[in-house]
């Protein structure tokens, strides 16, 4: 390729990363609030949540158009289509990523006319700081290229899963107690799930990284909840 079209190739992988980046800070935010939000039962700020998806809807188009039109026009080979499928992969699980933030965010809207957090709220602030680090974790790796810290992102899946085990019959428990607390405990239920779903997420990145450094793919079976990597959380 001529010097002006390798700047030209350089330049939209540049702004495809700048993307991610900025992609990877709002996911980011998002969790942290919507998770704020909801143990403070915070309105405004759930709304803020709310409203931030409609940014990381329009980058992730961004990124698609972009890494379309980028195969397209310089037809790359190996490392570099690697580069650009990554990226496309990455900016569709950080867009899922928000879509969780906002179901928590929609889900603090609901209780907040009912303001009461059972004890099963410290397991919930427990996944959400989890599921934090892990995305940041993650999204290091993947700014860095560091396939260790990517295994060990994806090593980690498990502990998510046995938090949201424990959530799941602290809330159980909670409704058992007394009936009248079903319905708020239902939507405490589907933010668990919300929060390992994001870790899922988190773990799909930390595969893509793998797979953008190396050629290869990690193992189709991810670690199971209960095995020795569950003792190593923090």
């Known amino acids: 390729m001529s010097e002006h079209t390798v700047a030209a190739y350089d330049k939209e ?3 495809l990363g700048r993307n991610i980046a900025e992609m990877g800070g709002l996911a980011e935010k998002m969790i942290s ?14 709304r803020a949540v709310v409203a931030t998806d409609q940014r990381l809807d ?8 972009l ?15 690697r ?41 919930l602030k427990h996944m959400g700081e989890t599921a934090q680090l892990q995305l940041k974790n ?26 949201e085990d424990s959530v799941f019959r602290d809330l159980l428990t909670y409704m058992m107690e007394d009936p009248r607390n079903i319905s708020f405990c239902t939507h405490l239920l589907f933010c668990s799930k919300n929060l390992e779903r994001a870790g899922d997420h988190a773990t799909n990145i930390a595969e893509t990284v793998y797979y953008l450094v190396t050629g290869q793919s990690l193992p189709i079976d991810r670690p199971k909840g209960g095995s020795s990597l569950t003792t190593t959380a923090n």
């Open 13 to 15: 992988l540049g702004q």
């Open 33 to 46: 609030d919507a998770m704020d939000a909801l143990l403070a039962m915070d309105v405004e700020l759930a």
């Open 58 to 65: 329009a980058l992730q188009r961004q990124v698609e158009e």
């Open 67 to 81: 890494a379309i039109l980028t195969i397209a026009r310089r037809q790359p080979m190996a490392v570099d289509l």
């Open 83 to 123: 580069e650009i499928v990554a990226a496309i992969r990455v900016s569709g699980d950080l867009e899922r990523v928000g879509d969780l933030a906002k179901n928590i965010a929609k889900r603090t809207l609901k209780l907040a006319m009912e303001p009461r957090i059972p004890r099963a709220a410290i397991g």
């Open 138 to 163: 993650v999204l290091d790796a993947y700014a860095s290229r560091d396939i260790d810290k990517a295994k060990e992102v994806w090593e980690r899946d498990a502990e998510l899963d046995a938090m």
